[in-house]
């Protein structure tokens, strides 16, 4: 599929949105230069400033708070985002993963919305507090409201970590489908582990977060 300039993903905790925006970092890598911002202020445990050595083996642009990964729990911020996208041919956003996180998003929405961005909101079925549809949704609407920018598309992420199956991945479309159709947008793709086979992941992932809950 096709990217646009700027690709802001956001999710639930637990749902994965961190490896994802990994791998998609990786996988744009191979078409041009790509930066990844780390605007996760509040999770202080998986972040993408975690792949800081993966990601220059990669060629990819990481930015992240001078404070990220050093033990100082200190939500700074200060990017200069609009000088990371002029000087990049994509840029991901991954955005801490409900309305408080997205508050750090809601500071650089004039920024951002400049470029006509996608936002792709992550979901994962098997995740507390998320296993419903309207759960889901209803998170969806807060980090809308908070972050000003709407989501464009839906990323299936459904997953139970390294128990995850193709019969899992499988059970979770239906689910997927009716966020995306109640949402208004498009259901972008349902990502997986590289290892299983199952048609219904469009976007394999390789695990670079080693923890059940991404």
Known sequence: MDFNKVTVITGHYGSG?????????????????????????????????????????????????KYANSGVD???????????????????IDVGGDDEGAKALGRYTAEISATQPDMFYVVNMYRYLTREPDEALELLREIEAVSRLKCTGIINNSNLGAETTTELIGASLPYAREIAEKAGVPLVFTAGRRDLECGAVGFPVDIHVKTIWQ
């Open 74 to 92: 200190v939500p700074a911020l200060g990017f200069d985002i609009g000088g990371t996208i002029k000087s990049s041919d994509y840029t991901i």
């Open 17 to 65: 949105k961190t490896n994802l925006s990994a791998n998609l970092a990786l996988h744009l890598a191979e078409k041009g230069s790509v930066s990844i911002i780390d605007l996760d202020i509040v999770n202080l445990y998986f972040r993408t400033a975690d792949f800081v050595e993966l990601f220059a083996e990669r060629n990819v642009k990481l930015v992240a708070s």
